[in-house]
């Protein structure tokens, strides 16, 4: 069984920019995480989404959205790039409602210059 | 309060027993996870625990949980270098469905 695949793995983007990040969770996973790790803060909740819903969502502003597909795949976008959103974006799979393992990606790492 | 917490670092030597430590603030925490991170990796899931269990063991790995102290613990057994990497504990609680609580992460170096 194929394990979550995040793309790109590495992005490099100008401040200012947009950038969409991809996650393809397990085969049969209908609940897809996404976390931001950081050195200072460590790692934060993005935002969940089960079956194309988002259900969760963390302490960031407005310009870190997301969206799930009806394949279970999912995308996250960051408008208006600043240099503080440097970080490795992890996405987590999970196979059902809530509260079972979640199997991570290996994120992609985005740099802002 | 969600937040969890855990020592930075733990140095031990190739073969003893490693013992990380997490306390978390959530009472209505309903899983407690362990994972293991490399560099330039993601996160492995390595085990975890039902919160009203208290103790799990899965070959080199023993979890302890005490829930009146709120107290987590990961004891791999006979340390390998290859176990070098930074442990997170996670919690999930009721109602946060998929969502994790991770704490800061321990370092654990392996030396010979």
């Known amino acids: 069984k194929a394990g979550v695949t995040q793309t790109p793995r590495y992005l490099i983007k100008t401040r200012g920019q947009q950038v969409t990040l991809s996650c393809s969770p397990i085969?049969?996973?209908?609940?897809v995480s996404w976390y931001q790790q950081t050195p200072g803060q460590g790692l934060q909740f993005l935002f969940e989404?089960?079956?194309?819903?988002?259900?969760n969502k963390g302490n960031f502003p407005g310009r870190f959205s997301g969206r799930q597909f009806s394949n279970s795949r999912s995308e996250m976008n960051v408008s208006t790039l600043e240099l503080g959103d440097s970080a490795l974006y992890l996405c987590?799979?999970?196979?059902?409602?809530?509260?079972?393992?979640?199997?991570f990606g290996q994120g992609t790492r985005l740099t802002v210059v | 309060g969600e937040d969890v917490e855990q020592s930075l670092f733990l140095s031990v030597r190739e073969g003893d027993s490693s013992v990380i430590n997490c306390t978390y603030t959530?009472?209505?925490?309903?899983?407690l996870y362990w994972y293991k991170q490399e560099p330039g990796a993601g996160l492995q899931l390595l085990t975890y625990?039902?919160?009203?269990?208290d103790m799990k063991q899965d070959q080199r790995l023993t979890v302890l949980l005490n829930k009146k102290d709120k107290h987590l613990s990961l004891r791999i057994a006979d340390t390998q270098t290859g176990d070098s990497a930074i442990y997170f504990c996670?919690?999930?609680?009721?109602?946060?469905?998929?969502?994790?609580?991770f704490g800061a992460g321990t370092r654990l170096a392996v030396h010979p």
């Open positions: 987590a799979s999970s196979s059902s409602e809530m509260n079972t393992e979640a199997f």
């Open positions: 085969s049969g996973h209908r609940s």
């Open positions: 989404y089960f079956s194309e819903t988002q259900r």
């Open positions: 959530d009472s209505s925490s309903t899983y």
């Open positions: 625990i039902f919160s009203n269990m």
């Open positions: 996670a919690e999930s609680f009721s109602g946060g469905y998929n969502k994790l609580i």
